[in-house]
């Protein structure tokens, strides 16, 4: 089969195209900031009821690489393995922004959770566990 330079140009041209269309898809397709959380001020008030000592924190890693690593990664960045795969980004814990929160308010986005973020109240039922995750998330600053 014999292609002329007419075709050639004009098939060229085509994939050219349909790549460019294909990536446009995939940047508008990443991740994108998730939006602000509501936080109610039951929780936002909520006071840390377990101590804040090495044994807690060393308790909350623990917790933290079996139930929350795969998304926020093991310094908290957001960049575990399944992170890529989200829609939202999962944030990071070591920002400023992040660790100003209140324990309240990390314990109910840690938690209750909303959208890509699961319920967590039934895997960690342990009150004093999950302080102790609000705990090592704690000690992710930059």
Known sequence: MK????????????LVLVCFVLMSFMIVQQQKPAKPWAVPDKYKNMKNTSKKDAASISDGKILYNKECNSCHGKTGKGDGIKAKTLKTTSGDFTTTTFQSQTDGAIYY???????EMPNYEKKITNELDRWAVINYIRSLKK
Do not use: A, E
Not at 109 to 115: A, I, L, P, Q
């Open 3 to 14: 292609v002329d330079m007419k075709n050639w140009l004009f098939i060229s041209s085509l």
């Open 109 to 115: 986005k840690s938690f209750v959770g909303r959208d």
